[in-house]
Every structure is written in C-alpha cells, then in structure tokens.
T-cell receptor
Framework: SQTIHQWPATLVQPVGSPLSLECTVE??????LYWYRQAAGRGLQLLFYSVGIGQISSEVPQNLSASRPQDRQFILSSKKLLLSDSGFYLCAWSAGVWPSTEAFFGQGTRLTVV | LAKTTQPISMDSYEGQEVNITCSHN???????ITWYQQFPSQGPRFIIQGYKTKVTNEVASLFIPADRKSSTLSLPRVSLSDTAVYYCLPPQGGKLIFGQGTELSVKP
C-alpha cells in the first residue's frame, strides 16, 4: 500500500533562518507531488506542483522553493524565513491517472516563525 | 480554468441530511468533479468523485446536473463527527486547486 511521510510535525524557527521540509512517498512510482500551505485554518494554497523529477511548477511568488531530487521525494526550502511563512504545510501525492483526482496528504508540518 | 463557488459556512443538526452545492461554470468537457473533507490540523481526505448524474459511496452522494455547471454533495444523516470543511475541486490542468471550502458545523 502507498504511504506518505512528512516531517517534522512541528517546527519553530526564527526569522531569517533557513527551512527544509521533507516529504517521501512509498508504494508507488512517478507520483504527482504537491506542497500546500494553510494559514488561519482555512483555504489551502498550492505552492508547488511536480509531475516528475526536476519538473516543478511554482504557483505563487514567494521566498520558498521546492526540489524533487528523487522520484518519490519532495523538499520544500527557504533560505530566509519571514514571519508570513508561518502556517500549516501539507505535502500530497496523486497517481495523476485521468480521470482520478484523488490525492493523499501527509500529516502536515506546523511552522511558526518567531 | 474552472473557478468554484461554495457557501462559506453551513449549520446542521445531527441526523439531518446536508446538501452542499458548488458552482463551477467553466468546467472542461473531460473534467471530473471531486470533493474533499478536512478536519482541523489534518490534511484533506478524498470523499467522492463524479462526472455526471449521480454517484454514491459509503460516505456521500454526488449529484451533477446535465449541464455540469454545478454539483451537490449530499451527506445523509450527519453526526457531530461530520463537522469539517468540505472542498469542491474540478481539476485545473492536472493540479489540485482548493478554494475556501464550506465549513459545516453539526450541532447536537
């Protein structure tokens, strides 16, 4: 069966510090991978979307970046965090097989920038 | 790309049927409509997906009229544990774009 792992669960970082959040998927190959951010408890904002290694689409301008060094690994990074980067970050995968749009989410990372 | 419109919030009581309607005027011919449920501090969970008419699973039913410009998620006999945010997603070029969703509050 497929599983998705996301860590850490919570993180408190000072302003200006770097960030690295990692997400891995097991039990499937060539998944579509997603990073979302949710602020104030509502409305998931799609940050990055990847259909394959090295293929990453950035959905909103920000000081975050994403990389996909392996087929089932997706990393969210920042060189210098801002207060506005605080939020609930979610990684997700989908099989990307039409017509299914079923996606599976990780447990999320609660990031607080202080 | 299809833009969705859903009510911001809804209230219900235990045992009632709840219907949440989503408008998606510009849905593409081949797009399916998907609904997700999200509890606080958790990622969204897939509920149901459909293309036309009616789809039913163990959790909900999905009604889609012939023009496909809207869809209605029906939750039969809700319980307190159905209190959550519900999102309607038509695909957007393969991406999963979540709107603000509908916050359903089920009261005893």
């Amino acid at each position: 069966s497929q599983t998705i792992h996301q860590w850490p669960a919570t993180l408190v970082q000072p302003v200006g510090s770097p960030l690295s959040l990692e997400c891995t998927v097991e039990g499937t190959s060539n998944p579509n991978l997603y990073w979302y951010r949710q602020a104030a408890g509502r409305g998931l904002q799609l940050l990055f979307y990847s259909v394959g290694i090295g293929q990453i689409s950035s959905e909103v301008p920000q000081n975050l970046s994403a990389s996909r060094p392996q087929d089932r690994q997706f990393i969210l990074s920042s060189k210098k965090l801002l207060l506005s980067d605080s939020g609930f970050y979610l990684c997700a995968w989908s099989a990307g097989v039409w017509p299914s749009t079923e996606a599976f989410f990780g447990q999320g990372t609660r990031l607080t920038v202080v | 790309l299809a833009k969705t419109t859903q009510p911001i919030s809804m209230d219900s009581y235990e045992g009632q049927e709840v219907n949440i309607t989503c408008s998606h005027n510009n849905i593409a011919t081949n797009d399916y409509i998907t609904w997700y449920q999200q509890f606080p501090s958790q990622g969204p969970r897939f509920i149901i997906q459909g293309y036309k008419t009616k789809v039913t699973n163990e959790v909900a039913s999905l009604f889609i009229p012939a023009d496909r410009k809207s869809s209605t998620l029906s939750l039969p006999r809700v319980s307190l544990s159905d209190t959550a945010v519900y999102y309607c997603l038509p695909p957007q070029g393969g991406k999963l774009i979540f709107g603000q969703g509908t916050e359903l509050s089920v009261k005893p």
